[in-house]
């Protein structure tokens, strides 16, 4: 018998309603060790882990509250989100803060956000919610006007330049529009435009993303350039062996030679510190975060909870794979931060409110359509 007062268990059991226990648990231990590796990465400057904790905080909270909320009031949110994402994103431009040489981030006087966060969750939502719409008769046209609603924040993204961001945009839109049964031949002819595109798409490039594409092939070109980032991360991979040198223990990366260490290359950190083994439990986390969305989406009861739930989940999986694909030399350096890992909180908060839209589809299997 609990020896709780009655108005203390109400409130418990309020705060855990719709909360899905072992996707909110995988998510936590992510984020142990991303808040191990961040203090590591930034000994000398702790207040970024004290900072990331309150991150976190904005994020649970707005983790649970997005998981009150049914999928059909979430539909609501779908159109005045993406506007105002897009008219941000557009005053990036004029308004912009530059930093490292682009102009990605918007000034509130008491805090920054970064508009291209906001639409990695508005382009799936509006996406849905215009799938639902025409669900009865969807026709080529459809898809069409989806690719649109999805080319302008995507282009406007990579004009800042943001390629990395760019990428995860248009991959949670491309997912939300392949889920809602994109048919084969159009990929396949998408695949072929894109080829052919190449040369055109290359010119369009700056020198830099050149730089970095041509790096990849072969870093030692440019070791104290553009290589840089791959050959140090790389290094500090290596150096953590099978079972790694052990928590502040890591010479690449309180010896500076990590670039971004506490951000997109947080698992260069990772890996000299935990090793192969530690590497192998974070993957089997990520595996495990995977596999609860994609349960999720199976049992989703409507095509507006099932293209959001799947879109959602496979973004993390993007995430993670172009991440760890660029740190470990595989990919190209695009920027990409590893979720639930890398300092930040705009990212933060935005991962956490798809954890709790996955949460509210679980909670509330029945649609009512609109």
Known sequence: MSMLPPTFQAFRRRLAENIDGPLLTVALAIM???LASIYSATVYASGRTVAQLLNLGAGLLAMWLVAQLPPQKLMRFAVPLYVVGVLLLLLVFPLGIKVNGARRWLSLGFTRIQPAEILKIAMPLMLAWYFHKHEAMLKIRHYVVAGLLLAVPFALIARQPDLGSAILVGAAGFYVIFLAGLPWKIIFGMIAAGVAAAPFIWSMLYDFQRRRILTLIDPTTDPLGAGYHIIQSIIAIGAGGPFGRGWLQGTQTHLEFIPE?????????????????????LLILYLLLIARGLMITAKASTLFSRVLAGSITLSFFTYAFVNMGMVSGILPVVGVPLPFMSYGGTALVTLFLGIGILMSIRAHRMLVKQ
């Open 32 to 34: 142990a060790f991303g």
């Open 261 to 281: 260490r506490h951000t997109d290359f947080i698992f260069a950190v990772f890996s000299e510190e935990r090793g192969l083994v530690g590497n192998s439990i």
